[in-house]
């Protein structure tokens, strides 16, 4: 990912009207690249069409079911008066509620059901009957019995769930309805204005997120002023207004340094990239050089020096924090789900205003590794931490038992603070609005699968394309134009990084400047071609998928003397369940000169059966006592722990390294 040159500034808000065309999560008004919403690109199949399946048909209603079960949508009930009882669950599970909402909308758009619209819109209604007249709406303050409103910004997360519930309702705009929901938010929204505007309160919230679903709101609705309350939100950070614990500084709370100031992303994962997006959309919207600049230089740090590398973020488990550059220890990696879809969340941000395939990359190798891996194989259990060095066997969890620890050895069904399963849903029901860009003069594919693409260019002309592929576990992406304009247009294929100066590009047809039949050798991190094309005319990316060792910066000390094996863009893994009987990964050592072999899905590599005693004092002038030379698979991370309990680890430490 390269530096860029930051848009230009500009004292005037750039805001659009609510959108006839279905959208897609962001709507930058300006930018290298526009997004391409779900009116826009359909996923037919491959990976990603079998994840949105299973989303559709197992992980909403399971989140829904689990919800209604536990109480956390009878809080509404309950806040209404429509029924007595104690609130249930922790402050916070109304963003739950409103992330599950957030799926509904963006699966509604992707695919109209009736029966789920009358579920939707039965959660909405009790949603609605527990807003108070001035537009305020919580289930855990201001009611007999609870705290006092906004009474503990620190810890209360009443402005984070306020921005979920704004989210979903951008969803709800950007899939063609102004109805309930968008209603609430807009008298939520102008609640929080009164309350925290210009002539308001000078606070923030302990959890970013109302910055980012204001600005989002703000470009879905027009109204200016949600993009200043979400501006003086993102300007209060840094300047010490919460109040600090024996375990918990300014600096946890992103409020250590204005954002502006920062180097690099610190603190909760969760919290500093959710405010570092909303940052980005609110310089954008109000041409903030300076800002937008000084996020892209963070997270550009961020990535380079606190990231695993599956993408995953945030190397402890207290506080769910970064650590310090290069502190990434596998056994100990917390690399929370939610940390992983809010990295995706920014990328996305900054490929929109930098153009820069780096950050598709980023956004490839985050979402096929560090999320991909939450959700088990049937959609009804889900990681919560996501390990990348598993010592001992994982306890199988029962499938109707809620879980307390949130890095439970194996996937659990639900959580006691469960915000990734529906951060899961969200994010899979809206993946296509991740695919595809426009810069008006053409179309660029950033990530790949089978889909379509059917959009508007500037001129008004219909483009439209077929993406065909079993990406990521087959490297041919076949790309077919179904119609295009009589005029120069252009199409761009990424090259991912670890393919540069490998993928080859095949195009035929019958446009008067193509060249049948040749093949060009890609090495730069977009291929583009600019013709006249015609129905029918097929370009073919060949993405070298041979498994490949990585190795970690030497600065990386918990790693040192380690590799790790990728196919494509998927992290691999060794699972003691395809090792030989009394083998654990901890007894093995990687052959390095044994070249991966590509097995379909995943590689066979050579290892080395550790034998040295362990019942006796643990230091020795040298390694002593190695086994057999044998074979073994090791299978993408991904899927890890879809077979039972196991042991398993991504970094294996090198024979003789």
């Known amino acids: ?221 027009g109204e200016a002023r949600y993009l200043e309350l979400a501006r003086l939100f993102v300007e209060r950070r840094g300047h010490g207004n919460l109040a600090t614990t024996l375990f918990q500084g300014h600096e946890y709370f992103q409020d250590d340094v204005p954002v502006r100031e920062a180097e690099v992303l610190r603190g909760h994962a969760v919290r500093a990239l959710y405010l570092s997006a909303g940052a980005v959309d609110i310089a954008v919207e109000t041409g903030d050089d300076e800002l937008l600049a000084a996020v892209e230089a963070q997270y550009l740090r961020t990535i380079a020096r606190r990231s695993y590398l599956t993408g995953g973020v945030g190397a402890h488990h207290q506080n769910e924090e970064f650590g310090d550059d290069f502190e990434l220890p596998s056994d100990r990696a917390y690399a929370e789900t939610c940390a992983a879809i809010a990295s995706v969340m920014l990328s996305w941000r900054l490929l929109m205003q930098t153009g820069d395939a780096g950050y598709a990359d980023q956004i490839e190798r985050t979402l096929l590794n560090a999320v991909l891996v939450s959700p088990r194989a049937d959609g009804r259990a889900f990681y919560y931490a996501n390990t990348l060095h598993q010592r001992t066997a994982g306890v199988a969890t029962d499938d109707d038992e809620l879980s307390e620890r949130a890095e439970a050895s194996m996937r659990a069904p639900w959580f006691e603070v469960s915000c990734c399963p529906t951060n899961v849903a969200r994010t899979l029901a809206s993946v296509a609005g991740y695919f595809a860009t426009t810069d008006g003069d053409g179309v660029q594919l950033h990530q790949y699968g089978s889909y379509t693409v059917d959009t508007t260019l500037d001129d008004g002309e219909r483009f439209a394309l077929r993406v065909e592929s079993e990406y990521p576990n087959d490297g041919s992406v076949r790309v077919v134009v179904l119609a295009a304009p009589a005029r120069l247009v252009h199409v761009s294929l990424r090259i991912p990084a670890w393919a540069h100066g490998r993928a080859e590009v095949a195009v035929t047809g019958a446009g008067s400047d193509s060249l049948p039949g040749r093949t060009t050798v890609a090495t730069e991190g977009v291929f583009t071609l600019q013709r006249s094309f015609s129905a029918g005319d097929v370009m073919e990316l060949r993405l070298p998928l041979e498994p490949r060792f990585s190795r970690a910066h030497p600065r990386v000390d918990a790693v040192r003397g380690q590799a790790a094996v990728e196919r494509g863009p998927l992290v691999l893994a060794l699972e003691d369940v395809d090792l030989p009987d009394g083998i654990d990964v901890e007894h093995v050592e990687l052959d390095p000169t044994f070249a991966p072999v590509d097995d379909g ?57």
């Not at 530096?3 to 004292?11: D, E």
């Not at 643990?618 to 090791?634: H, I, M, N, R, V």
């Not at 299978?635 to 294996?652: E, H, I, L, Q």
Request: hydrophobic share 40%; net charge negative.
């Open 1 to 221: 990912m390269r530096t860029h040159n930051a848009v230009n500034s500009s004292a005037s808000l750039h805001l659009t009207s609510v959108p006839t065309a279905l959208g897609g999560p962001i709507a930058p008004s300006r930018g290298a690249l526009r997004p391409l919403g779900l009116g826009d690109v359909t996923i037919t199949g491959g990976l990603w069409g079998r994840m949105q399946e299973l989303n559709a048909d197992v992980i909403i209603d399971h989140c829904l079911g689990w919800m209604e079960r536990i109480g956390w949508i009878a809080n509404f009930d309950r806040a209404s008066g429509a029924a007595s009882g104690e609130h249930a669950g922790i402050e916070f599970v109304d963003s739950e509620v409103y992330k599950l909402l957030e799926a509904m909308a963006w699966e509604l758009g992707r695919r109209p059901d009736a029966a789920l619209e009358a579920r939707y819109r039965a959660i909405v209604s009790r949603v609605a009957a527990a807003q108070d007249d001035d537009g305020y709406l919580h289930t855990s303050f201001g009611r007999a019995g609870q705290r006092p409103r906004y009474s503990d910004l620190e810890w209360g997360h009443e402005l984070y769930c306020h921005g979920h519930l704004i989210q979903a309702a951008v969803a709800r705009l950007r899939t063609g309805h102004d109805d309930e929901l968008p209603a609430i938010a807009r008298r939520l929204a102008d609640h929080l204005h009164a309350e925290f505007g210009p002539d308001g309160r000078t606070a923030v919230c302990g959890h970013p997120e109302i910055e980012v679903a204001l600005a989002e709101f703000a470009r879905a609705t």
């Open 601 to 657: 899905d995943g590689a066979i590599v050579r290892l080395r059966h550790r034998t040295a005693p362990e019942d006796a004092w643990a230091y020795a002038p040298a390694a002593t006592g190695f086994g057999e030379l044998f074979t073994a698979k090791l299978r993408p991370y991904k899927d890890w722990a879809n077979r039972g309990p196991s042991t398993m680890r991504v970094w294996m430490p090198v024979s003789g390294g």
